[in-house]
């Protein structure tokens, strides 16, 4: 088990509601990742940490913000949930390979979120 | 413009088929990840690589830098091989990009 894992893992809501997704990870990497997946896209980098209290947006950054207060925590919160952000959320974390010196991905399980 | 363009979309084998899936990028790489992904599932990463050629099983990952492409081998196809194969990179600059994915199917 690559020891990240993304609570909770299904969650129904409703338009305009606040929601959280927690990823936990218990690998002390140092990146982590939020991205989402839809029909038709690639993954998309909606934010990420370079550490604790630093982030920075991805692509698709509006209507989301995240925090980082430990290393293991990231938590990316819909202030106002709106129906286009129903998707799966993948949590992921990385660090530097020791061979190549690339940053190996590691994904949590997902998150499945839907805004009625 | 995606960084990262696999081809094909789609694609249905019968059962014990060699299968190959591309893929072709378009940024100074520093590596090339090959993930899988099972139907409702998590990702799983299949291959680093960052030159030529990988083998686990019957699957195979090659990459010519100098062409920008990659391939995705699958020896011997079989059903518990259905699930969608994304190719992504690591840039010079330690971003990750992502491919579309490609949907295989094998029939028994």
């Known amino acids: 088990d690559a020891g990240i894992t993304q609570s909770p893992r299904h969650k129904v809501t409703e338009t305009g509601t606040p929601v959280t997704l927690r990823c936990h990870q218990t690998?002390?990497?140092?990146?982590m990742y939020w991205y989402r997946q839809d029909p038709g896209h690639g993954l998309r980098l909606i934010h990420y940490s370079y550490g604790v209290k630093d982030t920075d947006k991805g692509e698709v950054s509006d209507g989301y913000s995240v925090s980082r207060s430990k290393t293991e925590d990231f938590l990316l919160t819909l202030e106002s949930a709106t129906s286009s952000q129903t998707s799966v959320y993948f949590c992921?974390?990385?660090?530097?390979?020791?061979?190549?010196?690339?940053?190996?991905?590691?994904f949590g399980a997902g998150s499945r979120l839907t805004v009625l | 413009k995606n960084e990262v363009e696999q081809s094909p979309q789609n694609l249905t084998a019968q059962e014990g088929e060699f299968i190959t899936i591309n893929c072709s990028y378009s940024v100074g790489i520093s590596a090339l990840h090959w993930l899988q992904q099972h139907p409702g599932g998590g990702i799983v990463s299949l291959f680093m690589l960052s030159s030529g050629k990988k083998k686990h099983g019957r699957l195979i990952a090659t990459i010519n830098i100098q062409e920008k492409h990659s391939s995705l081998h699958i020896t011997a196809s079989h059903p518990r091989d259905s699930a969608v194969y994304i190719c992504?990179?690591?840039?010079?600059?330690?971003?990750?990009?992502f491919g579309t994915g490609t949907s295989l199917t094998v029939i028994p």
């Open positions: 992504a990179v690591t840039s010079t600059g330690n971003q990750f990009y």
């Open positions: 992921a974390i990385s660090e530097s390979s020791s061979l190549s010196g690339a940053n190996v991905l590691t």
């Open positions: 690998e002390n990497h140092r990146y």
